[in-house]
């Protein structure tokens, strides 16, 4: 009953939908506050119900209820609690759901938090997110219903695909559709702004905080995917260039320059017609990333033609979402004015190219996906883009924006001069070129890639310190004046510090692992010892162990430095009878330099056991960096001057117009990001 | 108990596949195992999505890397061996494509929009030194009744403050 409950709210969400999507639109072309209202209502009760609708699913599967057909083929009865929920998106129908609920929660939250927006602008930026969540809603209940029922029921479920019972993927997918779906909002904006014929600084300034929070869980839900990438498939990679990461990082990449040019837009009025497209093109993405992954296309275009029903509805969705907005923009954006001026070198200038930049990374991306498929489709020419395709285009195109990074936050608007900001960054030359050297003679091979990757790293970290002390050095030159001023410093300032810093650790991460990681793989016999970078390992031997819904060998290596034993590490080989797959556990021992990172492999004909041994340098990195970008983003995204859209506001505090009327407290006024 | 859930364990686990290469495919010579690693990584597992050699665990994954190891230790470079592997299979097995034929634009691509885009800034950047005089759009009476009633003033905007 609550099933059938679900299902009816899943359609009821539909038809509340469409009217969500015509009637504020209407509202807004006749300035009739009626329509408008419903259009705000009417993003409530789609969330409302929708709410349900998951809440009914998930009820499903807590309760193990084999009689939906759902639940049977992604659950088993002795599952552990955490993977019977996360088993609600870990299968296409219940990702879908997941997907415009999300949709529907982002269309609520503009209703609700958008009193300060210009109510045509609302209207028809709930009406554009209205007729997203029609298409996506139709797509679920026409070819993909997650709440169908199979009769009779069987005593119990097919089990949910053994890799997907990890806590990491447990929440990658939320946070990654998190970040798709929030740039839906942007999308919206852009698509509302187009047919208002206006793009302004309050529009920007209500763009950001989107984005921002979109990106940060898009950051948060693809380093989710690599870190599990990393301890579940056995070998110690973490980014693949795989098509279905591709299709999570191009919306990254979009995202990210959207954030950037979103602020010329806001602080100088200019960019304007850019910053439209980069909206529709990153939300474009994230649709694009839906269907890469969920229409078969990956495997082959021959498998897509096999079952075609999904791939094609989700196909023609995109074409009438890009195919429409793109459409909508060529028509419009002529009629957008141009806005502030500025000089090559400034700040806009900086901002400029990093967009450069991004976009021809994100292009290339593209590219390097799709390319195996049109040349198949239409050459019928089987051909591959890997890794190294991707690493050989897409580093250097890194380059000028790692050397921008440092340099811009400090570059003035309008204007900067070449020599001053030299001067300003002169110790950030020397520690780069310091740390550049220390490496060229402490590595063994590799040496100048690694110092290239490291000094990179050690350069934007200078920059954004050097950026941090100039913001705060006060007149009376004390140190307890300047901590105050640091400390002082608008958030927004800190995020863009933290967002660069994360980058950062993150390509030093990068550069050291990918660069100096050792490994060793032997077959060992209980007592074998092996020396790795600097410690012994030790193999004591497999002993059994039985899990909830899985059995499991579970291998002992002890890890010693010198005489003396700091680590035991237990990796596993779990089998999981209901699929009938066996997984790898890893065992690795972090600290804040390297992981020690073993997996232990199958026996051999003498009774010998597989082990593998990798020390990966520098790897901690790259999800302490990741983190500190997420943290970044929250950080600003809590800064005084975005939170346009809070509840509780003082009332001083407006949307863009009315700038320089209420600066923050205790900050100096517009410090820039 | 213990032994006969060992038995189990074991009985399942037998002879099912393990990540990658294989102590018993390794060469004893290191370098020539780190070669023939380097050399798997670009080569494509091709019955999988998007794995290398190297990295999968695939049957013919295992036939490959012992295949790629043999030709090594024959003493053939690592170009004759990429050329007999795509003799063998076409050029589906290189996961870098080479910059020839149908893929030479892809090698290209990144530069020409580079090159675009690089001129497209100019243009933006003399575009935006030409326009002289061109500020922000003047607000409509509409905003401007908001504004006033905001600021309670008719107070002057500042947005570069």
Avoid at chain 1, 19 to 41: C, E, N, T
Avoid at chain 1, 264 to 269: C, F, Q
Avoid at chain 1, 645 to 673: F, V
Wanted: with cysteine; charged share 15%; proline share 5%.
């Amino acid at each position: 009953m609550i099933v059938e409950f679900g299902h009816f709210a899943l359609i009821l969400a539909l038809v509340v939908a469409i009217g969500q999507s015509v009637l504020p639109m209407v509202g807004a072309a006749r300035r009739d506050v009626r329509l408008a209202a419903f259009g705000r209502q009417a993003a409530h009760a789609q969330f409302a119900l929708l709410g349900l609708s998951f809440a009914a699913l998930t009820y499903a599967f807590v309760t193990s209820d084999f009689s939906v057909a759902l639940v049977v083929s992604n659950s088993h009865s002795l599952k552990p609690m955490l993977y019977k929920i996360s088993g609600v998106w870990g299968n296409h129908e219940g990702s879908m759901l997941l997907w415009v609920l999300i949709l529907a929660a982002f269309g609520s939250a503009v209703a609700a938090f958008g009193r300060n927006l210009p109510e045509s602008l609302k209207s028809r930026v709930i009406g554009v997110q209205g007729m997203i969540g029609v298409g996506f809603l139709l797509f679920i209940v026409l070819t993909s219903n997650p709440f169908e029922r199979m009769l009779p029921a069987p005593l119990d479920g097919r089990d949910l695909n053994p890799l997907l019972q990890d806590p990491g993927l447990a929440f990658h997918p939320p946070f990654l559709y998190l970040g798709y779906v929030g740039l839906s909002v942007a999308f919206s904006f852009a698509v509302a702004a187009l047919i208002e014929g206006k793009v302004d600084a309050a529009w920007a300034r209500w763009v950001r905080p989107w984005t921002l929070a979109a990106w940060s869980s898009l950051t948060l839900g693809i380093a989710l995917g690599s870190w599990w990438a990393y301890y579940e498939l056995g070998w110690g990679g973490w980014w693949f260039w795989d098509p279905v990461e591709n299709a999570s990082f191009m919306p990254w990449l979009a995202a990210t320059a959207l954030l950037h040019s979103a602020i010329v837009v806001e602080k100088r009025d200019a960019l304007k017609s850019w910053t439209v497209l980069l909206a529709i093109i990153a939300f474009s993405l994230s649709l694009m990333g839906t269907f890469i992954v969920r229409s078969g296309v990956l495997t082959s275009v021959h498998a897509f033609a096999v079952d075609p029903e999904r791939g094609v509805f989700i196909l023609i969705l995109l074409g009438i979402a890009v195919g429409g907005s793109l459409a909508l923009y060529a028509w419009r954006a002529p009629d957008l004015q141009p806005g502030g001026l500025f000089r090559p070198i400034s700040r806009e200038g900086g901002l400029l190219i990093n967009n450069l930049f991004l976009a021809v990374a994100c292009a290339t991306v593209l590219l390097g996906t799709l390319y195996p498929l049109i040349a198949e489709a239409v050459a019928d020419e089987k051909i591959s883009v890997g890794p190294p395709f991707f690493n050989a285009t897409f580093i250097p195109l890194m380059i000028p924006l790692i050397i921008l990074m440092a340099a811009g936050p400090m570059m003035g608007w309008k204007r900067a001069g070449i020599s001053g900001l030299l001067h300003r960054l002169r110790a950030a030359l020397v520690a780069t070129a310091a740390a550049a050297l220390v490496v060229l003679f402490v590595a063994e091979t590799d040496a100048i890639a690694a110092a290239l990757g490291v000094a990179a790293g050690v350069w934007v970290l200078a920059g954004v310190t050097t950026d941090l002390v100039h913001r705060c050095r006060s007149r009376e030159g004390t140190l307890g004046a300047g901590l105050n001023r640091l400390f002082n410093l608008p958030r927004s300032v800190w995020g863009t510090a933290l967002g660069h810093a994360g980058v950062a650790i993150v390509v030093m991460g990068i550069t050291v692992d990918s660069l100096m990681s050792t490994d060793i793989i032997a077959a060992a016999e209980p007592g074998d010892r092996f020396e790795l970078a600097g410690r012994t390992l030790v193999y004591e031997g497999v002993e059994p162990k039985m899990g909830p819904n899985y059995m499991s060998e579970r291998g002992v290596i002890s890890v010693y430095k010198g005489d003396e034993k700091i680590a035991e590490l237990d990796p596993e080989r779990r089998f999981y009878p209901v699929q009938g797959m066996t997984t790898t556990e890893a065992a690795i021992r972090s600290t804040v330099f390297e992981d020690l990172y073993v997996v232990i492999g199958e026996q051999d004909e003498q009774g010998r056991r597989t082990v593998r041994l990798h020390h990966n340098p520098l790897v901690p990195w790259l999800w302490f960096g990741t983190i500190i970008m997420v943290l970044g983003g929250v950080l600003s995204l809590s800064d005084r001057r975005l939170r346009v859209g809070a509840p509780i506001r003082s009332k001083k505090a407006t949307t863009g117009k009315t700038e320089g009327g209420a600066p923050p407290a205790g900050a100096q006024p517009e410090a820039g990001d | 108990m213990k032994a006969v859930l060992t038995a189990f364990v074991a009985l399942f686990l037998w002879s099912l596949p393990a990540a990658a290469v294989q102590p018993d495919e390794m060469l004893a010579d290191p370098t020539l195992e780190s070669r023939a690693q380097a050399l798997g990584k670009q080569l494509r597992c091709l019955v999988c999505q998007s794995e290398s050699i190297e990295d999968s665990n695939a049957d013919l994954a295992s036939d490959l890397r012992v295949l790629v190891r043999e030709k090594i230790t024959e003493g053939l470079n690592d170009r004759e061996i990429k050329d007999f592997l795509v003799e063998r299979y076409g050029t589906y097995v290189l996961l870098n494509p080479p910059a020839q034929g149908s893929t030479l634009w892809l090698w290209l691509a990144p530069g020409i929009l580079v090159a675009l885009g690089g001129a497209a800034v100019v243009l933006i950047l003399r575009r935006k030194s030409a326009a002289k005089g061109q500020g922000p759009a003047p607000l409509t009476p509409e905003e401007q009744a908001r504004l006033a009633k905001l600021t309670g003033s008719d107070a002057g905007i500042d947005r570069n403050a």
